[in-house]
């Protein structure tokens, strides 16, 4: 069974969804991060750790990345925090 984290934002005016699962057999084994449903982008889990906050944190710090110079608010209107 895999963990998911989900948020559900606006990227540019348009409703979206972030996500980063974790693990299938460890929490560490097989994450990836999407942005709505587009293909799986796998990471690796950098030292191979089995604590949940720090896997969750590379995947966010990697839509970070890829979402930089977009403006990424919650639904609300409020400017996305990346907490």
Known sequence: MSIRWLRN???????STLEV?????????????????????WFDN??????????????VNILRARLNGRNVTYPNGQQYDWQ
Do not use: F, P
Request: aromatic content about 4%; glycine content about 14%; hydrophobic content about 25%.
């Open 46 to 59: 950098y030292g191979g750790s089995e604590d949940r906050a720090q896997i969750i944190a590379q995947g």
């Open 9 to 15: 934002v606006v990227i540019d005016g348009k409703k």
């Open 21 to 41: 699962q974790l693990g299938d057999r460890r929490i560490g084994d097989k994450c990836y991060t999407r942005i709505n449903e587009e293909v799986e982008s």
